[in-house]
């Protein structure tokens, strides 16, 4: 009867621990109400009862209860660095084409307004079309290659979205759009390969429009259209051999430039983490 | 017989309280949600629905010829994220240069053609084709649909979709290539067969209205310039290679029947 008594007292002891335990893991969503109670007696309104009563009931079992109406958004941009690095290629230019590899250092004053700078590298690539000219028309293209271009930007988010994909997970993203100034370096391709080459350092405006869609808190990926305006100088057409380049250059024409760019990026946020201000 | 009872005793009772509390374990750490769709009484805007409409469009990455276009759209939904769709297009614009081609002309426009390769602008003009009509047909993948707020007060649904099927691009030609030999522009003219692929979008106004928008590539066959590419001094149809044809499109479209259904 004595072994019986320890065995039944061990069983219970043991799952009695189990639940206990359980209890303590199980409302993960109980501390929200409690951190904000102390802020309502502040404003001398009574706490709801259900309130009350809900800290009082805990632990409380997962149920339709904890489903909110309105999710909160899954990602705060406020108060935080991004450091992104992109990819990206021209699109407007059927003789030459420039990848890209920068990177945007963003810091959000706000949730939807940001001020930042830019960076970014160019390697060109000559298309098939100019390789074509010099075959079919007898001619050799006036080219600038891009070198590199920096600019300071400031930033908004005018909308803010989430989608389903194909009805069973929920994601999050936003449209964003820049807007700066900066300088590009560009440099002539002489039409006589071993001819000298000069270079011009052009001021250039820029927008940017994009969507950004959240990863996780501290991850995102951007898809942008960026547009640099500048005007740039190119080769003579009458280029003479016996000229130097500081004569060349004086003598350069002006060309307005539409540079349009698909870019591709990551970004990555610091504090790399973030607490929601407002209750569920 | 003492020893087997209790041990027997202690198992059915932890047996007992053990169950069920397995069970309410498996239950708890399931989420009530586990099954359920992302989005309940959700608005079917595409579900067994016909889709028509109307808009304009425009060619991007040209070499010699942009093209400012009319187009028409027509679809069914077979589900929410399939359908079946025709598109096709009308060039308004068929002298639009590009700045190469002004650039081109310019340059031409100096040079004395003799017998070397360069060509007069007229010659070099006569060969280069540029787009009349095109048409596609294309089957709709629709995975992502959701809402996005416009500065806190516009909410609209959307949808984004890939695309892909035929293509059919009718060349125009100002000048009709006759001689078949030794000819050194021979502008390509007619209907070229090949691939339609790119991706849209829909924004929806209300249950009936959207707007519509999709970038293509029409992948055919084509010599833009109507000159020798493989360097045997011959404007031919060995000169042909694949070409992509990018255009952007913007239609206004009209979803029937008028009201659409909601999910349970």
Known sequence: MTRTAIGLLTTLVSVGFGMAAQAQTEPTTAPEPAATAPVEPATGEPAPAAATGEQAAAPRTKSWEDIVVVPRKA????????????????????????????????????????????????????????????????????????????????????GYGKYTLFNRYIMHWDIFVNGGVGAIWSEIIPRVVGDEAFQTISLAPDIQVGTRFFVSDWLTVSFAFRDYLFNDKFEPTDRDSSESIDEVKARAPGRFVNNLMFTASLGFYLPTSFQYRTPR | MTKGTTFLTALAVAAGVGMPLAARAEQERKSPLADAPAVRRRVELRDKRFEIGVGGGATMGQDFYHAVMVNGRLAFHITDWFALAGWGAFNLTPNFKTAFHEQLDSALASAMPTKERTPSVDEANAGMNKIGEVFALQAELVPFTGKFGLFSGLFMNYDFYAFGGPGFVDFKADTACTTPMLRRSCAVAGFKVGGNFGLGMHLFANDYFALNFELRDLFVQNNASGRDINGDDLADDRDLSWQSNYILSMNLMFFLPGRATISP
């Not at chain 1, 450091?83 to 810091?107: E, Q, S």
């Open chain 1, 75 to 158: 990602f705060l941009k406020g108060g935080r660095l991004e450091l992104a690095p992109f990819t990206g290629i021209t699109l407007n230019d059927v003789l030459i084409r420039h990848y890209t590899f920068g990177g945007d250092l963003n810091f959000y004053l706000t949730d939807v307004f940001s001020i930042g700078i830019e960076g970014q590298y160019f390697i060109k690539e000559r298309s098939d079309r100019e390789s074509l000219v010099g075959l079919q028309y007898n001619r050799i293209p006036t080219l600038n290659r891009y070198l590199y271009a920096a600019a300071f930007n400031f930033g908004y988010v005018p």
